[in-house]
């Protein structure tokens, strides 16, 4: 077939205005599926530049062949073999009969990649051949449509916090149009309730759809597969690798010497695991007589001398709380300059403390009992 691109986009057209059911293109009793096999594998070659495997195009045939009570297959289709293509031939013969076709994977990066305009790794331009639109919904453009990146200054912004811990819960909102009550209440930044808290299952949502093709390298046994079957209204099939594996696995052999080098190996992790256990045990003992060292020849050295006040820890119920307190601390201790007052409030701030002297004072949420570490 020497079709040029305008010849695909004018076929393509011209399918569409038909409207013929799904019955009637797929079946091999009629014309019109080996034709629109010939044409997605002619359209390939134009944007890949090379023409499909066989094995591939069986794929696609499978799928696309009219089945009985089911609602759709799983392929068992072996890592590397090009499933991102069939599922693009696929998407593409299903959407040119007028269909909406929702591609879900669990890689969001496979998500974006095949919905971008790549030339060696995309697909939106071999889609675009048919006048078919593609996009995904997972990249950064998606999760902030309005700036089109991640806001990472949480500060002002309404934010739910665990009493018990102090941890502020940045992903979490409050439902049913309550979290954007409090912004308005508060003039903060309004933002659109988000679909993270509408919770719905994989099997449920899958569910939902009247056709279901997929297509793993892991689909499991006959025992699995029976359960895919039963929940989902499918049929299952497998297809060889496109090559012959170059090996030869001898089973018997091979259990016996990776049996003996793991015991050996086991061996030499326990003996590691007890000389670093021992040197860490004499390099602590050791840490801490220092520090006692150090300890007692500062007190010998201070006398009477030496600054006997204490650090404080003040941990406040809520952020709004440990301003006021803040405030009311600064205005007391104006003459110090506010030199030894630190503050602790945000899950995601650092704490610029690592070592405690006589006099600190330090104001947190509750998340400083625990999200503070200093000596």
């Not at 940045?170 to 912004?183: G, K």
């Not at 209204?233 to 060889?240: A, G, N, Q």
């Not at 110090?336 to 704490?351: C, E, G, L, S, V």
Request: hydrophobic fraction near 35%; glycine fraction near 6%; charge should be neutral.
């Amino acid at each position: 077939m020497d079709w040029t691109k305008d010849d695909i986009r004018q076929w393509a057209d011209k399918l569409r205005e038909e409207k013929r059911s799904n019955q009637e293109y797929f079946h091999w009793d009629k014309e019109y599926l080996p034709e629109m096999m010939a044409i997605i594998v002619r359209t390939v070659e134009l944007y890949h530049g090379y023409h499909p495997r066989n094995f591939q195009l069986i794929a696609l045939g499978i799928f696309l062949e009219p089945y009985g009570r089911e609602k759709g297959r799983l392929g068992n289709i072996s890592t590397g073999e090009g499933k991102s293509l069939i599922t693009a031939m696929l998407a593409a013969a299903q959407a040119l009969i007028d269909k909406n076709v929702d591609i879900v994977t669990s890689s969001q990066v496979l998500a974006i990649r095949n919905a971008s305009d790549d030339p060696e790794e995309g697909y939106k331009e071999f889609f675009h051949l048919f006048g078919l639109k593609i996009n995904n919904n997972c990249d950064d453009a998606c999760e902030n449509p309005r700036t089109g990146d991640v806001e990472s200054n949480k500060h002002g912004e309404i934010l739910i916090m665990d009493k018990d811990t102090g941890v502020e819960q940045l992903n979490t909102r409050w439902s049913n149009r309550l979290h954007q009550f409090l912004q308005l209440k508060h003039c903060g930044k309004l933002n659109d309730e988000g679909l993270k808290a509408i919770f719905m299952s994989n099997m449920n949502f899958f569910k939902l759809y009247k056709n279901l093709n997929g297509i793993t390298g892991t689909i499991g046994g006959q025992e699995e597969r029976k359960l895919l079957s039963l929940e989902y209204e499918v049929d299952c099939f497998e297809l060889p690798r496109f090559r012959k594996y170059r090996f030869q696995y001898e089973k018997k052999k091979c259990e016996k010497d990776i049996n003996r080098k793991r015991k050996d190996i086991d061996q030499i992790d326990q003996n590691i695991n007890s000389l670093e256990e021992t040197i860490r045990f004499h390099q602590t003992q050791q840490a801490k007589l220092e520090k006692n060292i150090q300890n007692y020849q500062q007190i010998l050295e201070s006398g009477d001398k030496r600054d006997k006040r204490r650090a404080v820890l003040v941990i406040c119920e809520n952020i709004a709380n440990l301003e006021k307190i803040i405030a009311k601390v600064r205005q007391a201790f104006q003459l110090n300059k506010n030199k030894n007052i630190y503050t602790y409030d945000r899950a995601y701030r650092k704490f610029e403390k690592s070592e405690l002297n006589p006099g600190d004072i330090i104001i947190g949420t509750n998340i400083a009992g625990r999200g503070i570490d200093v000596t």
